[in-house]
């Protein structure tokens, strides 16, 4: 990179046109963001099990805060057409994948706003073999966060990751440049919707596909938006927030994941200020950290 993103670039941020703008939603005259972060104490209990009606309701009550609705299936009804063909993009990582919870409650509310089953997939690595990805006309961006040894944070961002046919490619710099995933052929202009999953994340690691569940913490939360980068940018807060507690202000994050504020400062991708971005906090308050 010619550039270096300095801590006044990051502050700085760009703003972002959200896609509800396109699809007629109602918005607020204001430069900012709109992110939503939705917690419920009965999401996950203390063996780690999801509740899918409990998750359900937070992504219901998520999506109609996000654009300013009453009704979840009227506005999925907004976010796609009958005619789409949808393609669910999770995450399966072993150790802590996407809840299928999440996954049956997207699918049920595209179902209800008029999308034909045979047309929805939910898929993470066969996804450039997969023939619904393959002729999608739209995208949701789902997965878990966690720390990632390369570019120190994964969220909605790195999620787009199985649509490149060389991964190797986006791996420079850590993992810098990661926006460009969303110039992909299968990707580009497609995201209706980008959910983080922060109800189990994970806090710590020590390298390449490191998991232990002392570093996983029952936050019970989701992280819902238009930009993909706004919402990786507050759950990164959330992250760094978390080490703090448990590590110090030292060891607040393990290097710079850089890759979220290059994605607004040199692609435009979205916006990584957060004083840029509207932050509505719903649900349980508890250790919300932002």
């Not at 420079?172 to 580009?188: E, G, I, Q, S, W």
């Not at 919402?231 to 890759?259: C, N, T, W, Y």
């Amino acid at each position: 990179m010619k550039k270096v993103i300095t801590r006044r670039d990051f502050m700085r941020g760009s703003t972002y046109a959200v896609l509800g703008v396109a699809l007629g939603f109602p918005q607020k005259q204001t430069k900012k963001v709109r992110v939503v972060l939705i917690r419920h104490q009965d999401a996950v209990d203390e063996n780690a099990r999801f509740n899918e009606k409990i998750i359900q309701q937070m992504l219901d009550e998520a999506v109609s805060a996000l654009f300013e609705q009453d009704d979840p299936v009227k506005t999925f009804k907004k976010l796609v057409k009958p005619e789409d063909i949808v393609g669910i993009k999770s995450n399966v990582w072993a150790y802590i994948p996407t809840p299928k919870e999440l996954e049956k409650g997207i699918e049920r509310r595209l179902i209800d706003a008029g999308v034909k089953k045979e047309n929805i997939s939910v898929d993470d690595r066969g996804v450039l073999r997969n023939s619904v990805f393959q002729k999608s006309t739209a995208l949701i961006n789902v997965r878990p966060m966690r720390m990632h040894y390369l570019a120190g944070f994964s969220g909605c961002l790195k999620n787009y990751i199985t649509f490149a046919k060389r991964y190797s490619d986006y791996h420079p710099n850590n993992c810098a440049d990661l926006a460009l995933l969303f110039r992909l052929p299968h990707v580009k202009g497609k995201t209706r919707l980008n959910i983080l999953s922060v109800l189990t994340p994970q806090f710590h690691a020590r390298g390449p596909h490191h998991f232990n569940r002392r570093y996983v913490w029952n936050y019970k939360g989701l992280i819902v938006g238009t930009d993909p980068v706004a919402v990786d940018a507050v759950g990164l807060e959330i992250m760094k927030a978390k080490r703090r507690e448990q590590f110090g202000k030292s060891r607040e994050m393990p290097g710079v994941p850089r890759h979220v504020a290059i994605a607004d400062v040199k692609h435009k991708l979205g916006t990584s200020d957060l004083n840029k971005i509207d932050l509505v906090r719903l649900g349980w308050k508890e250790e919300i950290l932002i």
